[in-house]
């Protein structure tokens, strides 16, 4: 039995994580020491199936609202590959933005790209190396959600 509340409804989204939705994303959010709350995995089977979906959900500020704390969800399609490292502690405190780059055709999202400084990483191995929590998916979006417990 799951306990945990549900993961908050849609308010604003979802947006598709596109070169300009990304930017939407990254210009809405401070992501210095925002929170990853969950992370739902989910594999659909069948005919019109999408594969290996993911859910992030991150607790991060609102730029123009004051800094509100507000989550914001990932959703991601067509999840080919994915590293979730123990985290030490509670829970993953992220320093910098997340960091979306194409390999190969997959939108790679790493979560905790401080190691590249203002580098990108040159190809899919090196997104993933290293990397403590990151995904390898066909395409996404990403939401704006209610406040918890609303």
């Known amino acids: 039995m799951d306990l945990r509340p549900p993961v908050p409804a849609r308010r604003l989204g ?3 994580l596109t070169e300009d939705g990304v930017a939407a994303l990254l210009a809405r959010y401070a992501f ?3 929170c990853v709350r969950r992370v739902v995995l989910d594999q659909e089977f069948g005919p ?7 859910r992030i959900v991150i607790d991060a500020r609102v730029v123009d609202e004051d800094l509100r704390w507000e989550p914001v969800c990932l959703d991601l399609a067509g999840v080919e590959r994915f590293r979730i490292d123990e985290s030490r502690g ?4 992220l320093y910098d933005p997340p960091q979306f780059t194409r390999f190969d055709g997959l939108l790679q999202v790493d979560l905790c790209p401080e190691r590249f ?6 190809s899919a191995r090196e997104a993933f190396e290293g990397s403590e929590l990151v995904f390898a998916a066909t395409g996404g979006t990403w939401s704006a959600l209610q406040p918890w417990g609303s």
């Open 48 to 54: 019109k199936s999408r594969g290996r979906v993911a």
């Open 14 to 16: 979802p947006h598709p």
């Open 32 to 34: 210095g020491d925002a």
């Open 117 to 122: 400084g203002s580098l990108r990483p040159g």
């Open 90 to 93: 509670f829970a993953w405190v």
